[in-house]
């Protein structure tokens, strides 16, 4: 069945260390997201790409870093520079093979330690 | 630009009673509106997503939403709650018309549904 998976589901990080998680999709989706989800504030988008070797920052990109070198592959790399990453990273694909409808991956929780 | 805003951060019903989770929008265009549903520590699941069509929108385990241009509002409803539907909703508007091009979403705060016994 296609679909995203993200890796890994739970993620520990000591501070000042950089993390990258991983987001996979089979679905042929030209564009992926990420989204950072906090208790009470919703979804909010951090980077996005609409095609493979292009992205765009989102409303929240500092801190973060992605690459896009491959259409099914979207990894996303917390650094140090992040102030407060413990949260649940959510990641996302669109594609016209869904009527441009959103899948979503189950997640990342990130605890930095 | 554009903006959601749920108007209930927490909601209690019984079960088999009516569930009414309220949301509003604000958009330049006309929007896509979206309603999905995270259980704990999951992904979000799409409920129902109105893209100017029917106003009224049927989705998935017996919900339904009313897109009414008018009061800008696009409320997630269910005649009757089941223990099975305790979650938490995200109201979801994309900035691209009919939803037919990559369109950035924005979201909702979210609403916790508890649903008793």
């Known amino acids: 069945d296609g679909g995203i998976t993200q890796s890994p589901k739970y993620l520990f990080r000591k501070e000042g260390q950089n993390v990258t998680l991983s987001c996979e999709q089979n679905?042929?989706?030209?564009?992926m997201y990420w989204y950072r989800q906090d208790p009470g504030q919703g979804l909010r988008l951090i980077y996005y790409s609409q095609i493979v070797n292009d992205f765009q920052k989102g409303d929240i990109a500092e801190g973060y870093s992605v690459s896009r070198e491959k259409k099914e592959s979207f990894p996303l790399t917390v650094t140090s520079a992040q102030k407060n990453p413990t949260a649940f990273y959510l990641c996302a694909s669109r594609g016209a093979q869904n009527n441009y409808g959103y899948t979503f991956g189950s997640g990342t929780r990130l605890t930095v330690v | 630009a554009q903006s959601v805003t749920q108007l209930d951060s927490h909601v209690s019903v019984s079960e088999g009673t009516p569930v009414l989770l309220r949301c509003n929008y604000s958009?330049?265009?006309?929007?896509?509106l979206f309603w999905y549903v995270q259980h704990p520590n999951k992904g979000l699941q799409l409920l129902l997503k109105y893209t100017s069509a029917a106003t009224l929108v049927k989705g998935i385990n017996g919900f339904e939403a009313e897109f009414k241009k008018s009061e800008t509002s696009f409320h997630l409803t269910k005649p009757s709650a089941h223990m099975s539907d305790a979650a938490e909703y995200f109201c979801?508007?994309?900035?691209?018309?009919?939803?037919?091009?990559?369109?950035?979403?924005?979201f909702g705060q979210g609403t916790i549904l508890t649903v008793h016994p």
């Open positions: 679905l042929n989706h030209d564009a």
């Open positions: 979801v508007v994309s900035d691209q018309p009919g939803g037919t091009s990559y369109g950035k979403l924005t």
């Open positions: 958009s330049s265009y006309s929007p896509s």
